[in-house]
């Protein structure tokens, strides 16, 4: 099924919130399975100001934290009964890999796949891309609620 998520939806179901929420809208979504979500890149962004100062590159760690806010919408989402404002935890990244920078003016697409859930932990695998390239992808393992 295809839905659409703005940023109110998002902050409805995930606690991050500025300057740490890092997906601004889900372009679309089928429950248990996939998520596409937008990240916009702007300079005003204060991670900006050390990384690094002439030459602004989104820190990879924060990528990575961007498809596992993504994983956590379509996670979170996929549950018979809504949590909205639920927890979820990283549990494991496996596989990472860096293949671009990021940069103020880019829009960065996460499309993240569910790739297996086994009771309260759940794997994933993700990929960012910007304008069809791949910026990094990887595999991501998460937790909800207190299941660490």
């Known amino acids: 099924m295809e839905k659409f998520f703005d940023i109110e939806k998002i902050m409805e179901l995930i606690p991050h919130r500025y300057p740490f929420i890092l ?7 089928e429950s248990g399975k996939h998520i596409v979500a937008l990240k916009n890149v702007t300079m005003n962004e204060p991670f900006f100001q050390g990384h690094f100062p002439g030459k602004p ?4 760690v924060l990528i990575v934290e961007a498809m596992a806010q ?4 379509l996670w979170i989402s996929s549950q018979d009964k809504e949590a909205p404002g639920s927890l979820f935890f990283f549990t494991g990244i496996d596989k990472v890999r860096f293949r ?3 940069v103020p003016g880019d829009q ?5 796949k569910m790739l297996k859930v086994r009771g309260k932990v759940a794997k994933m695998k993700g990929r960012a891309l910007v304008e069809d390239k791949v910026v990094a992808e990887g595999e991501l393992m998460a937790a909800i609620g207190g299941a660490l």
Do not use: E, N, Q
């Open 23 to 29: 997906v601004d809208r889900v372009m679309h979504f």
């Open 57 to 60: 590159i989104m820190p990879g």
């Open 70 to 73: 993504a994983g956590g919408i």
């Open 100 to 102: 671009r920078p990021a």
């Open 108 to 112: 960065i697409i996460l499309d993240v």
